[in-house]
């Protein structure tokens, strides 16, 4: 089975560069989370969306950052315009909704960010 | 609001040896609790899971944890630790807006 497929894996840009990090949840998963992990902050909930609507956005840092998920099996998070200081790893996982696998994340292999 | 806190930050361990890494949690209600393991490079893999019945959870690779609900605690624990275990371990708690704490960095010593 396919898991939680993240793009780029690798990016670096220049201040002030728009960055778009894109996401492929597991197929049937209802819920899709983007999580940051630096090592001052560790791991931080960004945003999530259950069935395609935003939930809880009140982990997005800045207006810079926003997040849409158009469809089941897709969604963006982007950066505009990137800092230094959100250079990162971003993580998107999702999530079965429902019975004993309720909560129970399925993370990408993350994009590391680096804005220079 | 739910949070989580792992006093350990990094903890070093023999190969062989046993292993308890710590967690405690604050949560409103019955929490759903989980433990997740980073390999460098790599994302979060699910270890194991509690969300209700039995305490006691078993999970992969030989590790379970035990829920103590009069203490706040979901302890991660494996008898003998294996050098492949080398890995930061996450412990989370809730549903929906998942919470994560620090991390322990597990070493392992030949």
């Known amino acids: 089975d396919a898991g939680v497929i993240q793009s780029p894996r690798h990016e670096v840009t220049e201040m002030g560069q728009e960055v778009t990090l894109r996401c492929k949840p597991i197929s049937g998963h209802n819920s899709l989370f983007w999580y940051r992990q630096t090592m001052m902050r560790g791991l931080e909930l960004l945003i999530y969306?259950?069935?395609?609507?935003?939930?809880?956005d009140s982990g997005m840092p800045e207006d810079r950052f926003s997040a849409k998920m158009p469809n089941a099996s897709f969604s963006t998070l982007k950066i505009q315009p990137s800092e230094p200081r959100d250079s990162a790893v971003y993580f998107c996982?999702?999530?079965?909704?429902?019975?004993?696998?309720?909560?129970?994340?399925?993370f990408g292999e993350g994009s590391r960010l680096t804005v220079l | 609001a739910q949070s989580v806190t792992q006093p350990d930050i990094h903890i070093t361990v023999s190969e062989g040896a046993s292993l308890e890494l710590r967690c405690n949690y604050s949560?409103?209600?019955?929490?759903?609790l989980f433990w997740y393991v980073q390999s460098p490079g790599q994302g979060l893999q699910l270890l194991l899971k509690?969300?209700?019945?039995?305490?006691l959870v078993q999970g992969i690779k030989g590790f379970e944890a035990e829920f103590k609900r009069s203490q706040s605690s979901f302890n991660l624990r494996k008898p003998s630790v294996h050098w492949s275990d080398a890995a930061e371990y996450f412990c989370a708690v809730g549903e929906g807006d998942m919470r994560f704490g620090a991390g322990t960095r597990l070493t392992v010593k030949p």
């Open positions: 509690y969300f209700s019945g039995d305490t």
């Open positions: 949560y409103g209600a019955t929490p759903y």
């Open positions: 996982a999702s999530s079965p909704r429902g019975g004993r696998d309720t909560g129970e994340l399925f």
């Open positions: 969306f259950n069935n395609n609507v935003p939930i809880d």
